[in-house]
C-alpha cells in the first residue's frame, strides 16, 4: 500500500504538471510557434524522443515541466543563431499561449470535480459544521467558557473590518490560521440560549506551518483503530471498528474530551457503542459496555515508523506519570465514511480557488504574512498530503482539485518567469507599440530564475523537516523503556508486574541490585 500510495501522488501531482504544460503546447502548436521541446520534470532526461522537431522528456526531478518556445522569449534569445530568423509573434498569440497553461489545469480540476461530485466524498466532521469537539481543560478557551457541544457562528481576525460568517470548523481553521488574535461568536448547545463573543490568541505552529487556538478543537468520530489485550475496554467487550458515542449516558464529542472523563473517573463506566455491520443488521447496532478504567503508566502510543518511540513510559520531570486507561486506540481514518458530500463541480472549483486567493491575500498584510510565508508548501510537502490521503482515492482527487486550482491562479502572476508575466508584456506591447529594453528582460529573467530555485530549495527542506524528521520531545519530557525505567528506580518490578500494559515479558525485565549499606 505504500508503495501504490508513492506512485499515485507522482502520477496525480505529474498529470497536473502535464495538463498545465499540454495547455502551453496545444495552443502554441495552433498558433504556429516553434517548439523545441516538451518536458515533464527537469535536470537529466530519463527518457526522451524528438519527433517532428519537438524533444518529448521526462525529467529526473519531478518538481514541475516546460514547453520551450522560444518566441517566447523575444529580446532575450534574439542573439542566438538558431532563432534570430523566427518571426516575431503577436501579443494577443502570446497572451493565449500564456494563459492555455491555467486554463488546461482549470479544465482538468473541473474533470475530477465531476468524478467527486458523481461519486461523494467521505466526510470529515469539521466539513459537515462548526461544532466545538474539545477544549483542552486549563486552557484559554476554558476559562472563556467555551465547551464541547457549542457551536461557532462566526470569526473575525485581528485587524479584519466584519466578521467572516462560518458553516464549518473548517473555516474556523483557515480563518484562525493567519491570526495572531480573533473573535468568536458562540452559540450554546441549548439553541434557545444567546450567542457569546470570547477573544482567543492564536498559537503558532512552526512543524504545520499556520497558527491554531490551543486547547480548542472540533468535533470527532470516536473510532476505535486497536484494543489491548490485557485493558479494561478489551475486557468489557469493545472491538476494533466500534464508535463510542456516549460515557455514562454524556455525549462524547471527541476523542479528547472521552480520554479526559476516563481520567478523572474512579468507577466503571457505562459506554454506549455503535457496532457496524453487525449479525443482526448491516446498519449497525447501539449496545452498551460496562468498563472499569486501570491505574498504569502513561505510554507512547504504537509507532511502527520509530520504535524507538513505540509504547514507550512518559517520564516528565524526572516521575512517572501514572493515570487511567483502557487499551484502546484510536482509528487513522477520522472520516465519516456513511456519509458523503456531493458538492458540484463548481462549488469545489470556487472553493479551492478561494483557498488560494485568501493566502495570496494574506501576502499583502504585515499581520499575516508571515503565517502565509509558513502555510506555503514545495513539491515535498505536496506529495506528502496527497500519500496520506492514499486510503481514498476520492480524498486523492479532492487535494489534486486544489493543485490545478493553485497551479492555474499561481502562474498567472505577474512576476519573470511565470506566465502572467507575458500577458503584463504583451499588453505593453499594444499599449505602447514598444516592447521592453531587452537588458531589463534579460537582468528579471535570470533574477528570478535564481530566486525560484532559492525557494524551491528551500521549501524542499522545509517540507522534508516538517513531515519525515521527527522533533525532540518536550523540555523535561523523556521516553523511556521499562527496563530503563527499573534501572532509574522509577518503577518497581512488583509495579510493572501488575501493569496490564505492560510491554516487556517479566523474565526480560531486571531489577537494580540494591546498595550495598555501610557498616
Known sequence: MAVLGI???????????????????????????????FSIGFGKALWKKTVNGVEYRLGFLPFGGYVALPQMLEGVLEDHEEYKDLPKIHPFKRMAVAVAGGIGNIIFAFFLAIIVWLVGAPAHPYEQDAI????????????VGLKAGQTILSVQGEGESEPLQVDTFEQVLEECALFKEVELKVQPEDPAAAPFDVTLKTTPIEKAGFNIIEGLSYRGIIRIGSVITNGAARAAGVLPEDEITHVDGVK???????????????????????RRETKKSKEGETIELTM????????????????????????????????QMVGIASHSVAFDFTKRA???????IKKAGSKVIRILRAFTSKKTAKAAANAISGPVGIFYVLYIMREDLILMLVIAILINVNLAIVNMLPLPVLDGSQIVYSVYRLVTGRELPKQLLLAATNAFVVLLLMLMVFLVFRDVNRHFIKSPPPEGIEFISEQEALDRKLVTLA??????????????????????STP
Open 292 to 323: 472499569a478504567p486501570m491505574q498504569s503508566f502513561a505510554r507512547t502510543g504504537d509507532d511502527e515508523k520509530n520504535p524507538d518511540r513505540s509504547r514507550k513510559l512518559i517520564v516528565e520531570n524526572g516521575e512517572l506519570e501514572r493515570k
Open 7 to 37: 506512485l499515485l501522488a507522482i502520477f496525480i501531482f505529474g498529470m497536473s504538471i502535464f495538463v498545465h504544460e499540454l495547455g502551453h503546447f496545444l495552443v502554441a502548436k495552433w498558433c504556429g510557434l516553434k517548439i523545441t521541446s
Open 342 to 348: 456531493y458538492p458540484t463541480p463548481w462549488q469545489q
Open 132 to 143: 466545538i469537539g474539545y477544549v483542552a481543560p486549563g486552557s484559554q478557551s476554558e476559562t
Open 252 to 274: 462524547m464529542w471527541s476523542w479528547g474530551q472521552m480520554t479526559d472523563v476516563i481520567k478523572a473517573s474512579n468507577k466503571p463506566l457505562t459506554l454506549t457503542v455503535l
Open 495 to 516: 509495579e510493572l508486574q501488575t501493569d496490564p500494559f505492560r510491554v516487556a515479558k517479566m523474565e526480560e525485565l531486571n531489577a537494580p541490585e540494591p546498595a550495598e
